[in-house]
C-alpha cells in the first residue's frame, strides 16, 4: 500500500525561528516530491517542488534522501504568515496521479 | 484569468440523491483532476483526464463517475449520495503531467454533506 507519512503537529514555533519537517513515503518508484501550502479552510497551493539535488526558495530549503525514503522541508526566519498546513505531495512512478500526505500543521506564534 | 472555479461552494444532500459537481478552468490545460479531502486526511484521487474526451480511474473511483467533453470542463458526478462522500472536493489543473514536477492548480473546493 502505498504511503505518505507526516506528523501532524501541531508544532508551535516563535516567529523568527527555523522550523523542519520530514516526510516518509513507502513506494521505492516514487518518482516526483512536492510540498504543497494549505491555509484553512482553503485550497491546496504549490509550495516548491522537490529537486533530487536539493532546492532553496528564499526561506524554504527542501530535500530528498532517496535512500533513506523521506524528504524534508526546512523554514528560516519564520513569519506568522507561515502558518498553514504543508501537505507533502509525492508521484507513484508510471502514474498521473499524486498521492498526499495528510499534513503538518504549523503555527507561528508572536 | 479565473484559473480553477468549482460550484457549488456548499451542498447538502439528502442520501440516494444525486448532483453533478462542476469545474472549469481557463488556462487550457490538458490535465484535470478530481479529489476528496476527509477531514484530517489527505486529499484521495476520485478520477483524473489528461485530455478532451479521456478519463481513467484514481484510489478512490466507487459512487462517482466523470466526463470530459471539452477541455475546459471536468463535471464529477454523485449518484445515490451516501454519508461516506461528505468531504471537500477539489478540482485542480494543470499544463504537463506530475511527472514533469508540474504545478497542479486547484480550485476553492465543493464543501459537501450528505445527511
Known amino acids: 500500500r502505498k504511503e505518505v507519512e507526516q506528523d501532524p503537529g501541531p508544532f508551535n514555533v516563535p516567529e523568527g525561528a527555523t522550523v523542519a519537517f520530514n516526510c516518509t513515503y513507502s513506494n521505492s518508484a516514487s518518482q516526483s516530491f512536492f510540498w504543497y501550502r494549505q491555509d484553512c479552510r482553503k485550497e491546496p497551493k504549490l509550495l516548491m517542488s522537490v529537486y533530487s539535488s536539493g532546492n532553496e526558495d528564499g526561506r524554504f530549503t527542501a530535500q530528498l534522501n532517496r535512500a533513506s525514503q523521506y524528504i524534508s522541508l526546512l523554514i528560516r526566519d519564520s513569519k506568522l504568515s507561515d502558518s498553514a498546513t504543508y501537505l507533502c505531495?509525492?508521484?507513484?512512478?508510471?502514474?498521473?496521479?499524486?498521492?498526499f500526505g495528510k499534513g503538518t500543521h504549523l503555527i507561528i506564534q508572536p | 484569468n479565473a484559473g480553477v472555479t468549482q460550484t457549488p461552494k456548499f451542498r447538502i444532500l439528502k442520501i440516494g440523491q444525486s448532483m453533478t459537481l462542476q469545474c472549469a478552468q481557463d488556462m487550457n490545460h490538458n490535465y484535470m483532476y478530481w479529489y476528496r479531502q476527509d477531514p484530517g486526511m489527505g486529499l484521495k484521487l476520485i478520477y483524473y483526464s489528461v485530455g478532451a474526451g479521456i478519463t481513467d480511474k484514481g484510489e478512490v473511483p466507487n459512487g462517482y463517475n466523470v466526463s470530459r467533453s471539452t477541455t475546459e470542463d471536468f463535471p464529477l458526478r454523485l449518484e445515490l449520495a451516501a454519508p461516506s462522500q461528505t468531504s471537500v472536493y477539489f478540482c485542480?489543473?494543470?499544463?504537463?503531467?506530475?511527472?514533469?514536477?508540474?504545478?497542479?492548480?486547484f480550485g476553492p473546493g465543493t464543501r459537501l454533506t450528505v445527511l
Open positions: 505531495v509525492v508521484r507513484e512512478g508510471g502514474a498521473d496521479g499524486l498521492t
Open positions: 485542480a489543473s494543470s499544463y504537463l503531467p506530475p511527472r514533469w514536477l508540474n504545478e497542479q492548480f
